[in-house]
C-alpha cells in the first residue's frame, strides 16, 4: 500500500487478556519501530527491527510484551496478560534504508484495557 | 524517557497569526526534525534540521537550532485552521544506530 497501516485500528481487551497488534510497513522500507502513545503524551520508544533483525527492544515496558518481524516485512507486536496501565496508543513507523532517520507512521491502534 | 522538551504545552491563536513553538533536549544530536500530529492519527513529518544548520524554511515553516543552547524553535506563518494539531519534535542522538526520540509536544489551537 501506499503508507504504513495498523490492524486493529481499536481493540478493547480484558484484563489478563493476550492481544496481537499488526503493521504493515510501507514496502521496501528496511527499518520499523514501535512507539507507544499515551493520552496527551508524545511518543515512547518501544523496540526496532532492521529487516528480521530486533535491533533494540530497551523499550519493552515488561517481559509480558513482545515484537516480531520474521520476514523482514510485516510485524506484530504482542502484549500477554494486559494490564490497564497498558492502555495507550500503538504506533508502527518505518523509514528506508541509508540517509537520515525519518520516520513514515501509521495511524495506530488505540488499546484499552478494561 | 523523552529527551526534548516542547514549550508552551498548548497554544491558542487567531487564524492568520504566527505561531511560534519551542523544543529543548540533553544530549549532543545529528538532526532535529519537528512532526505533527492530527487528532487520532499518526505523526507526520514536516522537517528536518541537521546540526550544522542554523536555520531553514519549508512553506510557511521556519525552523532554527541553537545547538549552543541545545534548543529549536518552530515558527508557523499566517496560520490556518488546518493547522490545528499537536506539534512534536524528535531528536536522533549523535550516538550510533538509535531511534528517534519524541518531545511531549505543544497542542496548536487556530480558530477561525
Known amino acids: 500500500g501506499a503508507g504504513v497501516s495498523q490492524s486493529p485500528r481499536y481493540k478493547v481487551a480484558k484484563r489478563g487478556q493476550d492481544v496481537a497488534l499488526r503493521c504493515d510497513p510501507i514496502s521496501g522500507h528496511v527499518s520499523l519501530f514501535w512507539y507507544q502513545q499515551a493520552l496527551g503524551q508524545g511518543p515512547e520508544f518501544l523496540t526496532y527491527?532492521?529487516?528480521?533483525?530486533?535491533?533494540?527492544k530497551s523499550g519493552l515496558p515488561s517481559d509480558r510484551f513482545f515484537a516480531e518481524r520474521p520476514e523482514g516485512s510485516v510485524s506484530t507486536l504482542k502484549i500477554q496478560r494486559t494490564q490497564q496501565e497498558d492502555s495507550a496508543v500503538y504506533l508502527c513507523?518505518?523509514?528506508?534504508?541509508?540517509?537520515?532517520?525519518?520516520?513514515?507512521f501509521g495511524s495506530g491502534t488505540q488499546l484499552s484495557v478494561l | 524517557s523523552q529527551q526534548g522538551e516542547e514549550d508552551p504545552q498548548a497554544l491558542s491563536i487567531q487564524e492568520g497569526e504566527n505561531a511560534t513553538m519551542n523544543c529543548s533536549y540533553k544530549t549532543s544530536i545529528n538532526n532535529l526534525q519537528w512532526y505533527r500530529q492530527n487528532s487520532g492519527r499518526g505523526l507526520v513529518h514536516l522537517i528536518l534540521?541537521?546540526?550544522?544548520?542554523r536555520e531553514k524554511h519549508s512553506g510557511r515553516l521556519r525552523v532554527t537550532l541553537d545547538t549552543s543552547k541545545k534548543s529549536s524553535s518552530l515558527l508557523i506563518t499566517a496560520s490556518r485552521a488546518a493547522d490545528t494539531a499537536s506539534y512534536f519534535c524528535a531528536t536522533d542522538r549523535n550516538s550510533g544506530n538509535t531511534p528517534l526520540v519524541f518531545g511531549k509536544g505543544t497542542r496548536l489551537s487556530v480558530i477561525a
Open positions: 527491527f532492521q529487516n528480521e533483525a530486533q535491533l533494540d
Open positions: 513507523a518505518s523509514s528506508p534504508t541509508g540517509g537520515e532517520l525519518k520516520l513514515f
Open positions: 534540521i541537521r546540526s550544522n544548520e
